[in-house]
């Protein structure tokens, strides 16, 4: 009954590839998001999705395209992988209230790595 | 813009002592609110504890504990009665009432529980 959830959890690729990581949420909520944490272990969000639509894009190369097919589901489609995109990739998902008590829930992340 | 800082990038701390973890917190909003994440090696982000920015009660969560000291601007994250399995990077988190609903990072602190 995992919450949040993402394939795969580890990604090695040659650069020039394109790849892509599937997230699901069961939770019910209505906003999903990526974030990315880099080699410091540093996390900075990425996109924001709510009932589907876009709601945060910050500034992240247009290589990065996230897609959300349904409001549990968030994938994140990468084209022309880049070494500096070696990182590891976090799904969240919560409820929108408009507030800021939206506790955000996380997935296990993806470690991706670009050789 | 606001801004997370966490100024101990490690702390060590006895079995069954008590330990605090600082974050100071910047934000020109009235409305917002703080949370705390552990990420233990294996690497998956888990919630810890929320506070409201409007809550006069310090949140606590089991063995957790925020202290809140609004006209500092901090919320330190106090353990009780540490365990060898609270060893982890622990990040404080800020999201800001309204639109944007992202969250933002401070950049850890890696604690050590030792036995």
């Known amino acids: 009954d995992t919450a949040v959830s993402q394939t795969p959890k580890y990604l090695v690729t040659q650069m020039g590839n394109d790849k892509s990581i599937k997230c699901e949420q069961n939770?019910?909520?209505?906003?999903m998001y990526w974030y990315k944490q880099d080699s410091k272990k540093f996390l900075k969000i990425m996109f924001s999705?709510?009932?589907?639509?876009?709601?945060i894009n910050e500034t992240v190369p247009n290589r990065f395209s996230p897609k959300s097919p349904d409001k549990a589901h968030l994938n994140l489609h990468i084209n022309s992988l880049e070494l500096g995109d070696s990182a590891v990739y976090f799904c969240?998902?919560?409820?929108?209230?408009?507030?800021?008590?939206?506790?955000?829930?996380f997935g296990p992340g993806t470690r991706l790595t670009v050789l | 813009a606001q801004k997370i800082t966490q100024t101990q990038p490690g702390m060590f701390v006895q079995e069954k002592e008590a330990v605090t973890l600082d974050c100071t917190y910047d934000?020109?909003?009235?409305?917002?609110?703080l949370f705390w994440y552990k990420q233990p090696s294996s690497g998956e982000m888990i919630f810890l504890i929320y506070?409201?920015?409007?809550?006069?009660q310090n949140a606590t969560e089991g063995r957790y504990s925020l202290n809140f000291q609004k006209a500092r601007k901090s919320a330190n994250l106090v353990i009780s009665a540490s365990q060898l399995g609270d060893s982890a990077m622990y990040f404080c988190?800020?999201?800001?009432?309204?639109?944007?609903?992202?969250?933002?990072f401070g950049s850890g602190t890696q604690l050590t529980v030792l036995p």
């Open positions: 939770l019910g909520h209505d906003t």
């Open positions: 988190a800020m999201s800001i009432s309204g639109s944007a609903r992202q969250l933002t």
């Open positions: 969240a998902s919560s409820y929108f209230t408009g507030g800021s008590t939206d506790t955000q829930y």
């Open positions: 999705y709510n009932n589907k639509e876009l709601i």
């Open positions: 934000t020109s909003d009235q409305s917002y609110g």
């Open positions: 506070q409201g920015s409007y809550d006069e």
